[in-house]
Structures are given as structure tokens and as C-alpha cells.
């Protein structure tokens, strides 16, 4: 009913930066709160930032000022702007979103996940 694919992931140096982004298509009728979230091996998710549909933000503390969370509405895509990247930022990312569905339906969905890895 919905797919989320991700994109951007990928190897970088620690300051550099890199660009996530999620698309959800389907059978949605209106998107509510976007995120990500990340996980590393053998640890609990973490939220990393959140937008909702009046794009409000949240952010992790950790990532305050580096990170920036934004979203086309049109195209019902989430994207994570990371700069000054950290070796603790290295995990695998993941985009959740918020949708109602045609039938009425209101449930979230992950995305598949994106290997981010932080490291010189």
C-alpha cells in the first residue's frame, strides 16, 4: 500500500557531509509526521529528527545545528541535509512516515534503510 525508498547513504570523512532522502508512494491520501531514525548494530533506534505537516522540527541533541530535516509536500519526500559528520553519527538510517490512506486508514511505515558510515 505504501513504499518508502531511500537514497543518499554512503561513506564519507568525518566533517564531511551527505544528503538523505525518502520518497513514499502509493495508495496515501495525506502525509502526516516525516523522520528519520537510526540504528546501530546491537543498539535501540534512535529518533534523529522529525518534520511535521506544518513543518515543525524536532532533533536529537546530538545532532542540533548540523543536521537539517525539510520535506516537499508535492512529491511526499523527507530529506536529512548531515553536515560536519561525526564518527558516532555512523548507523544505519532509516525514514519513517505518517500517512492516511485512500481507505481511511492511518498507520506509519519504514523505509528500507541506508548505511551511513563516518570514517577517515
Known amino acids: 500500500q505504501v513504499q518508502l525508498v531511500e537514497s543518499g547513504g554512503g561513506l564519507v570523512q568525518p566533517g564531511g557531509s551527505l544528503r538523505l532522502s525518502c520518497r513514499a508512494s502509493g495508495s496515501i491520501f495525506s502525509v502526516y509526521t516525516m523522520g528519520w531514525y537510526r540504528q546501530v548494530l546491537g543498539k535501540q533506534r534512535e529518533l534523529v529528527a522529525t518534520i511535521t505537516g506544518g513543518g515543525v522540527t524536532n532533533y536529537k541533541d546530538s545532532v542540533k545545528g548540523r543536521f537539517t530535516i525539510s520535506r516537499d509536500n508535492a512529491e511526499n519526500t523527507v530529506y536529512l541535509q548531515m553536515n560536519s559528520l561525526k564518527p558516532e553519527d555512523t548507523a544505519v538510517y532509516y525514514c519513517?512516515?505518517?500517512?492516511?490512506?485512500?481507505?481511511?486508514?492511518?498507520?506509519?511505515?519504514w523505509g528500507q534503510g541506508t548505511q551511513v558510515t563516518v570514517s577517515s
Open positions: 519513517n512516515v505518517q500517512v492516511r490512506l485512500y481507505t481511511g486508514r492511518v498507520g506509519d511505515y
